[in-house]
């Protein structure tokens, strides 16, 4: 494999920062990260484009720093999208087989999903992902593969994502200006269930929430596949902002503060604790109990759990969440979230930190690289199954989106 060929890279576009990894294959097909690079999302909020130059310059930013660390020059990659604009909602679609041995293949498969994807959207939207979930075959449901079954009938459950297509444009044309080819958008929370999530609680039930600076990203898996996503406008910066107004201080020092000292469920702060407070106008630090701040913050960390439970309810999964939640994304490395999660949620919840990967692991086993580190498992996937569909891409059989569907899907 030429050296570029085995790079697989990760732009993540966060609301506080634009990451940009770079994963190398190795023989044994494990990728070891040997790339990285960060810079503040300036120009991007909440997924949105809010100024093209800033947000071009931010990228190239991250790129180039990546590119620098790796000794690689970064042409293509899987970013990451996310924003209130982007919505789930779940489809089905039902074909008659049409071979005469009544055995089902890959095109009956893919008119299965193409009738599933054929849904009429509102004027400015596009889809993003088709993510099959389950398929009918006659009267037998929950089969994950179909393929060489017999049958009349074919019905596919799919999850289709969609996005705001003037807002995925313009944050892909920042990419592109900035000199990288998109291989692929993909939702954030999509890539970073990837990185955090094992098999066994995808198989089981379990909400993944990706809190990061402007949103909480949330998607629910059972029986190893995605049922529902949504994005909720609130995230790290809301803490930040409440202590700020707060205490009185500017916004850099709030999120300093924050880091360092915060914590979101007040009975797990002593009373006697104490914190050293900077102080504006150049007057001396100021000694302060710290059970002030955690009373700043939980009020914030009970209405995003509530935003949270609230979603969950109204799809209709609080009883299929057998493995609980898992709280990723910077801002769920805030002290004491999981705790008041897990008593406003009353089930198990726990921090999720990407994993999987080798190489520079150090610097990204932290929350807020779940998804960058997710988009580089995933191009793995993808990179695994384009090696083992060879043969069969040649008949020219399958196209891009079925492609894509499998790539997702198996
Ligand atoms: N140690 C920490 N404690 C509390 N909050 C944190 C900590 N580290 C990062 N955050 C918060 O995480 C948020 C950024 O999340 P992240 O996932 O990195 O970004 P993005 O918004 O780009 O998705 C910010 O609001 C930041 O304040
Ligand atoms: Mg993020």
Redesign the pocket.
């Given at each position: 494999m030429a050296r570029r060929e085995r790079h697989l890279v990760g732009l993540?576009?966060?609301?506080?920062?634009?990451?940009a990894i770079v994963g190398e294959l190795t023989g044994g097909g494990e990728v070891e990260i040997v790339g990285l690079g960060t810079a503040d999302?300036e120009g991007i909020r909440r997924g949105a484009v809010i100024n093209q130059e800033a947000a071009i310059a931010s990228i190239q930013k991250a790129v180039e720093a990546a590119e620098l660390t790796a000794g690689v020059e970064i042409d293509n990659a899987l970013v990451s999208l996310?924003g209130t604009h982007v919505k789930g909602f779940n489809s089905r679609g039902v074909v008659a087989v049409a071979g005469r041995t009544r055995e089902i293949t890959r095109d009956d498969v893919r008119r299965a999903i193409d009738a599933a994807r054929a849904v009429s959207l509102p004027n400015g939207r596009e889809i993003l992902h088709v993510l099959p979930q389950d398929f009918v075959v006659d009267e037998e449901d929950g089969i994950s593969n179909p393929v060489g079954m017999s049958g009349s009938r074919l019905e596919v459950n799919v999850h289709i994502v969609t996005g705001g297509t003037t807002t995925t444009q313009n944050i892909l044309s920042c990419v592109n200006k900035a000199g990288v080819n998109v291989r692929e958008p993909v939702l954030?929370q999509l890539a970073s269930s990837e990185s955090v999530l094992t098999p066994d609680e995808r198989e089981l039930g379990v909400a993944l929430v990706?809190?990061?600076?402007?949103?909480a990203d949330l998607a629910i898996f059972e029986r190893g596949f995605l049922w529902h996503t949504a994005v909720m406008p609130i995230?790290?910066?809301h803490?930040?902002n409440d202590i700020a107004v707060g205490l009185r201080m500017p916004i850099p020092e709030a999120?300093k503060l924050?880091?360092r000292c915060?914590c979101a469920l007040s009975a797990l702060v002593g009373d006697d604790e104490t914190m050293d407070v900077a102080s504006v106008g150049g007057r001396a630090p100021r000694t302060m109990a710290r059970r002030i701040l955690s009373d700043v913050l939980q009020p914030r960390a009970e209405e995003l759990c509530h935003l949270v439970w609230d979603e969950i309810h109204r799809a209709g999964y609080e009883k299929s969440l057998n493995s609980g939640i898992v709280l990723?994304?910077?801002?769920?490395?805030?002290?004491g979230l999981v705790q008041i999660a897990e008593q406003i949620f009353d089930m198990p919840v726990r921090r999720g930190v990407p994993a999987g990967l080798g190489g520079l692991a150090d610097h990204i086993v932290?929350?807020?690289?779940?998804?960058a580190v997710g988009l580089i498992l995933r191009a793995r996937r993808q990179r695994a199954h384009d090696v083992n569909q060879a043969p069969r891409r040649g008949i020219g059989m399958l196209t891009d989106l079925v492609r894509g569907v499998f790539k997702e899907f198996f």
């Open positions: 993540d576009l966060g609301t506080s920062k634009v990451a999302s996310t954030e990706d809190i990061g600076g402007g949103t995230g790290g910066d803490f930040t999120e924050k880091r915060g990723t994304g910077g801002a769920a490395n805030l002290e932290n929350p807020s690289f779940a998804t």
